[in-house]
Every structure is written in C-alpha cells, then in structure tokens.
C-alpha cells in the first residue's frame, strides 16, 4: 500500500498557488503553512514516505501550470474571452 504522491500536501499547495495568482496574500501564506504542517504530520504519523510529500509538491506545481495553459486556450478559443496578446493589444491603441 505504497503511495506514489502526497494529496495532503497537493492540495495546499495547489490552492497557495492558486491564492498567489489571484493576489489573496493572507490565503496564500495560510496554504503554505497549512502545506508545511501537513508534511510535519504525514511524517509524524507515517502516512507517507519524504519522497511522497517532496513528489506531492513537484506534482502539484506541474499540474497547476499545465491546468493554466489548458484553461487559456478555452478561454481564448472557444468561450472568446481576451489572450494576453489582445490585452496587451488593445491597452497600447
């Protein structure tokens, strides 16, 4: 019953990034902690190996970037929301 990567620490992480984009600067420091605790606790009590809360946090960063580039192009393609290059655009007109 070996796991392969933390979501106790995915998590926190994922919503810290998310909080940081979004400028929510007391929720980002929150989900840091809480990231940082979880990795103490999950030692503690052994419900995971270092490897796993470390690949847990790798994890996490690769799937919120991936998951950003992704709901870019929906939004720019299909839903017709602004790109970046059409913000960009219409703030130098």
């Given at each position: 019953?070996?796991?392969?990567?933390?979501?106790?620490?995915?998590?926190?992480?994922?919503?810290?990034?998310?909080?940081?984009?979004?400028?929510?600067?007391?929720?980002?420091?929150?989900?840091?902690?809480?990231?940082?605790?979880?990795?103490?606790?999950?030692?503690?009590?052994?419900?995971?190996?270092?490897?796993?809360?470390?690949?847990?946090?790798?994890?996490?960063?690769?799937?919120?970037?991936?998951?950003?580039?992704?709901?870019?192009?929906?939004?720019?393609?299909?839903?017709?929301?602004?790109?970046?290059?059409?913000?960009?655009?219409e703030k130098n007109s």
């Amino acid at each position: 019953n070996d796991y392969f990567f933390s979501g106790h620490v995915s998590l926190p992480t994922i919503a810290a990034l998310n909080f940081y984009v979004n400028d929510y600067n007391y929720f980002f420091v929150y989900s840091i902690f809480s990231a940082i605790y979880q990795c103490s606790m999950m030692i503690a009590i052994r419900g995971h190996y270092s490897i796993d809360l470390y690949a847990g946090f790798i994890f996490s960063i690769y799937s919120f970037l991936i998951s950003q580039k992704i709901c870019s192009i929906i939004d720019c393609s299909s839903i017709g929301l602004l790109c970046k290059d059409e913000v960009d655009y219409e703030k130098n007109s």
